[in-house]
């Protein structure tokens, strides 16, 4: 059995002003999130880490970094865990109107409708497709204990779909905060490998200014986000 360790990133300014960003809007840490940042890396300093991967963008990468360094092991970028493609709703003001269109696509999601994309983005079954692909690397990935640095959205369905989470509404109330880790058990002995969730979302490790965490979904979209 290998083991999986999802590390959202630390806080940026997009959390702040609840911007969607995928490719275009890639803003670093701020200041706190370079804090949660070094306090996951102290968190994982006694635990043993083969190798290190992380999504393209910034956020993730600079945090990735910290680790890195606690751990003594190379950053490799993978971009099977960039966020969220959303489409054209990257770029435009996090306002109720592209908040509503995101919504939209959340309820298709939860519905079970796998197909229903954003609007010049990627649908439910792509992202989780993209995901599963990733974790092939975990069949040529060295020693027995992965580190993945990434995004709330993608790990969300991700862990979702491949862990069987028939309450997908419960699951996503659950906030995936900045710096939080999750732990996966991965069997890959098999043609198809499985997955089991052993703990989502963990900020237990932050503390001070940097367990001080802000919500993913704006607060006037919150009542009709599910």
Known sequence: MKRVFLVRHGENKANLTHEFSYRKID?????KGRLQAQQTAQYFETIPIDQIYSSPLRRAQETAEYLSLAKGVPVFIDEHFREVNVGSLEGMPPDEAAW???????????SGNSEARFPGGE??????????????????????SILLVGHGGIFTHGVAD?????DLRSFFSRENHNCSVSELLVD????RPSFQLIRWGDVSHL????????????????????
């Open 27 to 31: 803003y670093p840490l701020t200041e």
């Open 100 to 110: 509503s269109q995101y919504r939209e696509v959340m309820r298709h999601w939860l």
């Open 123 to 144: 649908s439910r079954r792509e992202l989780t497709e993209r995901f599963r692909e990733g974790l092939e690397i975990l069949r040529t990935a060295k020693g027995q």
């Open 162 to 166: 491949l862990c069987g989470i028939a």
């Open 188 to 191: 890959d002995s098999l043609s």
């Open 207 to 226: 503390s001070g200014i940097a367990g001080e965490l802000v919500e993913g979904i704006p607060e006037f979209a919150k009542v009709k986000y599910l």
